[in-house]
């Protein structure tokens, strides 16, 4: 999929009106293009595909109810409506919508690259948002959106302050209709009312308990009762499961550790907001969009309600650099250690609560130069943890036990600077498999580690051991309750290709027209760090003459710079992952 170009070719002319400039992404009806119009306006091209899409998106005769509800709307908060009607493709029918271009990102990609640390800047977002559904829910025929998500607000940055705007109607349903018409099919879960996935009862307070899920992950870096949706579709086919698996999450008590040493201005009432709007009784929940809006402008007083769930007011550790922030790609891993070990660790409260501690480690395996070190120094400065890099040759010794020694004094140092990182490079050269170690000292290393390494999350301790062949390593040192988290780090896939020469080239002078998308091409299996030294061997010689970076010099150097891995290379890692897979539990392949 990652090579996907869409239907639509580059420089299609659709309806005589609309240039096709590049395909966007793939959705599971739809496809997304930006597109420039014969007045020479940029606008977003959505086609839909018919066949692909729920019977309950079309009215009674017929119309895609997102193109007639878009048709209606008109308002600041919302995105405006250009276009629409019919193409046929090779025989095949598709609808498509034209709307006004947003230049700017969704408040998902904002919260990636930041995080919100004023409640002027969460009321100033979530007030355009509660202003778009107070208008959708106050028509003649009125509009729930079901799926107000932090990728369906995108923030509008055409002006000098960012306003939001409610995009994708794609399950947005009138009041009016039956609640038969209320498909759950690829929802994120995360944000949508109990009622709306029990019962399929849609209403505005099941748009404002979104809003209230939304309002918490902006606070809290995650959605409430958070539940990593994408596992369970992977693993859980039956939806019943899915559901009841949500469902008991909501029965725990909501969690609020404290912000207010990282939110400027921070005041305990916007708790009670967020509780009101994620109230299980809708009748409790805020009559309104405007009361909701009311209530965060502070124009309006409600109750105390907090006190019914369970406040942590533990502080999060801060983060040291950029953290996550540094690394292009690799998302599914950057979430799953959010959620299993930095909030853990950021809310010991809840976690004594549910006897739960941090896992002790994690082990990163694959090719060279493919980001394994980088991440894990990353993930320390995300943690606020202190942090140690550790290489083979500096727990070596020449004397008897020696290394065992260094081994026991680096855990005891850890332990004096909890909450402490422990990255291992090369480990499988440190904790080789004991029956074939050539003698005593090395299994007495190894046995040594793994005392050191039981239960030391229980100390504050993670361990990231890293290496090229994890199919060599003792695998005591792999079995559960040790290195619990595994994760096969392949060279980058396309996305994350496009993505890592984006940041490279972001601050270097160079041309118009670099094309990402034709040099994540050229770049296919390379490593992280042949992409790196592509981009700083043209800057170190174009810095002579003080010359912009053109494509033309990317391509040329590319096609003359051997890769550091081989395809060869690549077959035989992707043998060890299938090998290793075989030994633990099934996990999906990340890409950088």
Not at 215 to 233: A, K, R
Not at 243 to 256: A, G, H, N, T, Y
Request: proline share 5%.
């Amino acid at each position: 999929m990652e090579n996907y170009k869409g239907i639509l070719p580059k420089s299609f002319v659709l309806d005589g009106k609309y240039t096709v400039q590049f395909f966007i992404k793939k959705g599971q009806n739809a496809e997304t293009y930006r597109v420039k119009g014969a007045d020479g306006k940029l606008f977003f091209l959505k086609l839909f595909n018919p066949a692909q899409t729920h019977h309950t998106a079309f009215d009674t005769h017929g119309n895609l109810l997102e193109i007639e509800f878009l048709k209606k709307i008109k308002h600041e908060n919302i995105v405006s409506y250009r276009d629409s009607g019919e193409i046929i493709i090779e025989n095949k029918k598709y609808l498509y919508l034209i709307l006004d271009f947003i230049v700017g990102e969704t408040l998902d990609e904002r919260m990636l690259r930041e995080r919100i640390s004023t409640l002027y800047d969460l009321r100033q977002i979530l007030s355009g948002v509660l202003n778009g559904l107070q208008y959708l829910h106050s028509l003649p025929e009125p509009i729930i959106h079901n799926e107000i998500t932090p990728q369906n607000i995108m923030l509008d940055l055409s002006d000098e302050t960012p306003k939001a705007k409610i995009i994708d109607f794609g399950y947005a349903r009138s009041f009016l209709q039956s609640s038969k018409t209320f498909n759950k099919q690829g929802l994120n879960l995360n944000y949508i009312a109990s009622e709306c996935i029990t019962a399929g009862i849609f209403s505005p307070q099941s748009d404002l308990f979104s809003v209230g899920a939304v309002m918490y992950q902006m606070l809290y870096g995650m959605p409430p009762w958070n539940v990593s949706i994408s596992n369970f579709q992977m693993q859980m086919d039956d939806e019943s499961a899915k559901i009841e698996k949500i469902l008991q999450q909501r029965d725990k008590p909501l969690l609020f550790p404290a912000v207010a040493d990282r939110i400027v201005d921070f005041d305990n009432s916007i708790l009670n907001i967020i509780v009101k709007a994620l109230n299980p009784d809708t009748e409790k929940r805020f009559v309104s969009a405007q009361d909701f809006l009311q209530a965060l402008n502070s124009e309006k007083t409600i109750g105390d309600t907090v006190g019914e769930f369970v406040v942590s007011q533990t502080s999060p550790r801060k983060k040291r650099g950029n953290g996550f922030a540094d690394i292009a790609g690799m998302q599914q891993m950057k979430d799953k250690l959010k959620n299993e070990v930095i909030d853990l660790i950021n809310d010991p409260e809840g976690a004594r609560m549910y006897n739960i501690s941090m896992p002790n480690g994690m082990l990163l395996y694959g090719p060279p130069g493919c980001g394994k070190s980088f991440f894990a120094e990353k993930f320390a400065e995300e943690t606020g943890f202190n942090y140690k890099y550790v290489s083979p040759g500096e727990l070596g010794s020449i004397y008897i036990h020696g290394a065992q020694e260094k081994i026991l004094a680096l855990f005891e140092e850890a332990r004096k600077n909890a909450p402490f990182v422990i990255c291992l490079d090369e480990v499988s050269s440190l904790f080789p498999k004991r029956e074939a170690a050539r003698d005593n000292l090395l299994i007495g290393e190894v046995d040594e580690f793994l005392v050191q390494l039981n239960n030391c999350g229980k100390d504050g301790i993670f361990v990231i051991a890293m290496t090229n062949f994890p199919q060599n390593i003792d695998k005591a040192v792999l079995r559960t309750g040790r290195l619990d988290i595994k994760i096969y780090v392949p060279p980058p896939d396309f996305e994350a290709r496009k993505a890592l020469l984006e940041m490279y080239l972001k601050d270097l002078p160079k041309d118009f027209g670099i094309d990402y998308e034709e040099l994540s091409k050229l770049t296919e299996n390379r490593a992280v760090s042949d992409i790196r030294f592509i981009v700083d061997d043209i800057g170190r010689n174009c810095r002579k003459e003080r010359k912009r970076i053109t494509m033309e010099m990317l391509i040329d150097k590319i096609k003359n710079t051997l890769p550091s891995i081989t395809p060869d290379d690549i077959k035989n890692h992707e043998r060890i992952k299938n090998e290793m897979e075989g030994q633990i539990e099934q996990r999906p392949r990340i890409g950088f």
